[in-house]
């Protein structure tokens, strides 16, 4: 099973969290994916990661720029994980078999309340499925674990 961490973004938005997290991502080794649903905010994040100050090196491609095997962080729309990621990534409420990867991020707009809803519709689907779930609440600096 999963480890599925929820993350309630409350202070800023996904471009702005996404990078302190790929960055302990890439200093565990480990390799992800991002999945999202929107093509355009693929796009955006592909351009915000590259300009991120911290860490100041994400490396990452998506399906426009080749060498998929080869990509630490893959960006993408489908189900595709050509770089053999362990961490999956979910935002814009995108789904996943998520039996297929041992850590999940699932990063949500608490301040939007469709997607809050959607969110909990998600944790109760991942906990009936059996996974371990935690839930971290964005705060002034970093991210608190509430459960």
Same mark, same amino acid.
């Given at each position: 099973?999963?480890?599925?961490?929820?993350?309630?973004?409350?202070?800023?938005?996904?471009?702005?969290?996404?990078?302190?997290?790929?960055?302990?991502?890439?200093?565990?080794?480990?390799?992800?994916?991002?999945?999202?649903?929107?093509?355009? %905010? +693929?796009?955006?994040?592909? #351009?915000? &990661?590259?300009?991120? /100050?911290?860490?100041?090196? =994400?490396?990452? $491609?998506?399906?426009?720029?080749?060498?998929?095997?080869?990509?630490?962080?893959?960006?993408?729309?489908?189900?595709?994980?050509?770089?053999?990621?362990?961490?999956?990534? %979910? +935002?814009?409420?995108?789904? #996943?078999? &998520?039996?297929?990867? /041992?850590?999940?991020?699932? =990063?949500?707009? $608490?301040?939007?309340?469709?997607?809050?809803?959607?969110?909990?519709?998600?944790?109760?689907?991942?906990?009936?499925?059996?996974?371990?779930?935690?839930?971290?609440?964005?705060?002034?600096?970093?991210?608190?674990?509430? &459960?």
């Amino acid at each position: 099973m999963a480890e599925i961490g929820f993350y309630h973004l409350t202070r800023t938005d996904v471009a702005a969290a996404l990078p302190a997290l790929l960055g302990r991502t890439l200093a565990a080794g480990q390799r992800a994916v991002v999945r999202g649903q929107d093509p355009a %905010l +693929i796009t955006a994040l592909d #351009a915000s &990661l590259w300009l991120s /100050t911290h860490p100041d090196w =994400l490396p990452h $491609g998506s399906a426009d720029d080749g060498f998929a095997a080869q990509q630490p962080i893959w960006l993408t729309t489908g189900d595709d994980v050509p770089n053999q990621a362990a961490y999956l990534f %979910l +935002i814009d409420g995108a789904t #996943a078999d &998520l039996s297929r990867f /041992t850590r999940v991020f699932d =990063l949500f707009d $608490g301040t939007d309340s469709a997607a809050l809803a959607a969110a909990r519709g998600r944790w109760v689907a991942a906990k009936t499925a059996g996974h371990n779930l935690t839930y971290w609440q964005q705060a002034d600096r970093g991210w608190i674990k509430k &459960l």
